[in-house]
């Protein structure tokens, strides 16, 4: 990230990519050489204690590579796209102010757009007290059901397409709404000037074998407690409706901790998951006529990615 002078934009790197696709090695690589720090764009791993369901990199992995954006929030929290735009924009002020250049990486392709393409909707502010209302109203038994109806008064457009459970998505509706006067599916997607200049690289392989390293990742995570991990989040009082359990290999977990099935069944749907995911990032970010893309596969292809993004 450069600031040469006041008449340039800072330039944000991205190193983004499907899942299982090697861009934190790559990414850990590249900043430790270039001497940046590694601005996390991955919606799972901002939760604390979310380690290995969320291939997390650990002290060791980061080898000394400042992170930041990791373990933002407890499990319990809701945490919007919104509120990591936000965080991240921030950091880069500071950090740029400092001297410091960072790498963004992460596959969570909602991120990318929002810092890329903020749109203007998003600038209706939270109102703490509605939230604080909404969020105490949802807990009580018909709570989700009341909030859903409120929303379906204000727009039944965005209340049909919501499901009763997202309680997060429903209170963001309800509050834009209310805010604007118009209903949340009717708001103009206004895109407003970024302050920044993105490069933005793609790992990218051929699917056979970007699928065979996500079924060796996730039997990886299987052997590193995964089950271990969930269990101990719900112990500790996570519900299993929470936002941060929706997550892939969470929300599998929790029917084999609750003896629905077994845990290479768990396994299994988890595999399957993760790569209609992984399918989902490719079609997302192919929408981006900015990114550039590298099979990690071939020769050359580190050097390619750093020459790209310097």
């Known amino acids: 990230m450069k600031t040469e002078n006041t008449s340039k934009k800072t ?26 720090d590694i601005f996390c764009m ?10 290995i369901g969320t291939a997390k ?29 936000k965080a991240a924009e921030k950091l880069i002020e500071e950090l740029a102010n400092r001297g410091r250049e960072t790498l963004f990486v992460g596959g969570t392709a909602l991120y990318l757009q929002a810092l890329m393409h903020p749109m203007g909707m998003g600038q209706v502010s939270a109102n703490k007290e509605l939230r604080e209302e909404l969020n105490r109203l949802a ?11 409120r929303l379906r008064q204000l727009d039944p457009v965005t209340a049909e397409r919501l499901p009763l459970n997202d309680v997060r998505r429903t209170i963001r509706a309800i509050e834009v709404s209310e805010a604007t006067g118009v209903p ?4 103009p997607n206004r895109e407003v000037p970024t302050a920044y200049k993105w490069k933005v690289v793609s790992t990218a392989m051929e699917r056979p074998r970007l699928y065979e390293r996500i079924n ?38 929790v029917p084999c901790i609750l003896g629905e099935y077994s845990v290479e069944d768990a396994a299994e749907r988890i595999r ?12 997302f970010l192919r929408r981006e006529e900015q990114i550039r893309y590298v099979n990690t596969e071939e020769a050359g292809a580190y050097e390619q990615i750093r020459e790209l993004l310097e």
């Open 216 to 253: 060796e990742r996730v039997t990886g995570m299987i052997r590193a407690g995964l089950k271990e991990e969930v269990a101990a989040l719900l112990a500790e009082g996570v519900p299993e409706d929470a936002q941060s359990m929706q997550g892939l290999g969470y929300k599998e977990m």
């Open 184 to 187: 949340f599916s009717m708001q």
């Open 57 to 85: 990199p650990s002290i060791e992995e980061m080898q000394g590579v400042p992170h930041h954006l990791l373990d933002l929030c407890e499990p319990t929290d809701s945490y919007s796209v919104s509120d990591y735009r």
């Open 11 to 36: 330039i944000c790197r991205v190193l983004t990519g499907p899942t299982a696709s090697g861009k934190t090695e790559i990414g850990i690589r590249l900043a430790k050489e270039m001497g940046w």
């Open 139 to 149: 807990e009580t038994t018909e709570g989700k059901k009341l909030l859903h109806e």
């Open 42 to 51: 991955d919606s799972m791993q901002i939760y604390r204690r979310m380690n």
């Open 272 to 283: 399957l998951g993760t790569r209609h995911y992984a399918k989902r990032q490719m079609t």
